[in-house]
């Protein structure tokens, strides 16, 4: 899932895999974009499946803040100053994860409120903006990945 989000990336996205961070959270970031013509950073989550819905939700929020702290470090001498980083959720296409979207859709909202279009838009295109937190949709079949435009069928959280 993460090849496939990198194949479709435009070239204005600067990516780094399997990023560390530490304080407050502990862990690795499966993937942070930068974009070189706004600056905007986001770290992404690929997951296959959702075992615990709060715990993934409150993962990537430490995540994304450790990972604002470290950018944020030096911005201006003496003062630790996070700098903003936004969330993306890469989620696999299955019956569970699906499942999860339609059952739990004010939740997953709240957290990743951004259109699965305009995130695939800002993505793939040269000039569209970074729409804020959100959730883009892989469908993987025989072995070969690739990022959906649009929510799956029967999913209304991100349209």
Known sequence: MVE???????PRWRVELEVPVSQPA?????????DRSSSATVAAEAQSEV?????Q?????????????R????????????????????LRS??????LARVYTATLGAAYPARTAD???????PRAPWPGPG????????????LMRFPPRGVSLGR
């Open 94 to 99: 299955t019956i569970a994860t699906r499942q």
């Open 135 to 146: 959730i883009i949709w892989c469908q993987v079949e025989r072995g070969q990945a690739h």
């Open 57 to 69: 939700i409150r993962w990537a929020s430490e995540k994304a803040d450790a990972l604002a702290r």
């Open 26 to 34: 502990r862990g690795v970031i499966d993937l942070v974009l930068t």
């Open 51 to 55: 075992r615990r819905l709060e715990q």
């Open 4 to 10: 496939a989000c990198i194949r479709c990336l435009d």
């Open 119 to 125: 995130i695939h838009e800002s993505l793939t295109s």
């Open 71 to 90: 950018l944020g470090i030096g911005a201006q001498p003496g003062v630790e100053e996070p700098v903003a980083v936004s969330r993306l959720l890469i």
